[in-house]
């Protein structure tokens, strides 16, 4: 079978169940566990999703922030795709993800309280700082519910992950 391989940066956080063998499979999802918390792919029919931090050398956001360092130059795709070379599309947003827990948390016309970003899987909250860069790119962009905001975190991972992973991959 012939596969399309993806790369999405989870730093290999994955489903916490899975069979015996390491394997798993919910219908046709199958993922391939490196331990009983972190994973080095899943797999959708042919969609085959690698974990880019494992071709990484540390985490997206400060992949980013060095690469802002040596100049904007450095975000060709971002700032076409984004129309702006504001510092705020250089680096990684934050996102409450224990706060979305439903699809009726997209309606919300207002992004959540700076407790709802907590990071569960750090036990880390988030600082007021990152808050304000949240708050800055909700008005920016013209965020109207936390659906706006949420495309706009993909698209930022989108545009920061192929520019990351070009200048910083590790060699095999």
């Not at 947003?93 to 700076?114: C, M, N």
């Not at 600082?127 to 708050?135: G, N, W």
């Not at 909700?138 to 990351?164: A, N």
Request: some cysteine.
């Amino acid at each position: 079978m012939t596969h399309t391989s993806l790369l999405k940066h989870f730093e290999k956080k994955y489903v916490e169940h899975h069979g015996e063998d390491g394997s798993v499979s919910f219908d046709d999802v199958e993922v391939t566990p490196q331990s009983s918390e972190k994973y080095l792919q899943f797999q959708f029919g042919n969609l085959r999703f690698l974990d880019s931090f494992q071709f990484l050398s540390t985490s997206l956001e400060e992949l980013a922030s060095l690469l802002l360092k040596s100049g904007k130059d450095n975000f060709v795709h971002t700032t076409a795709h984004l129309g702006t070379d504001d510092d705020i599309i250089f680096s990684k947003r934050v996102y409450p993800y224990s706060y979305v827990d439903s699809r009726e948390k997209f309606a919300e016309t207002q992004l959540p309280s700076i407790c709802e970003f907590h990071d569960k899987l750090k036990n880390k909250p988030l600082s007021a700082e990152d808050y304000l860069r949240a708050q800055d790119a909700w008005r920016r962009f013209g965020c109207e519910t936390l659906k706006d905001y949420y495309d706009h975190y993909l698209l930022t991972d989108v545009l920061l992950l192929p520019t990351c992973s070009k200048t910083f991959e590790r060699p095999c």
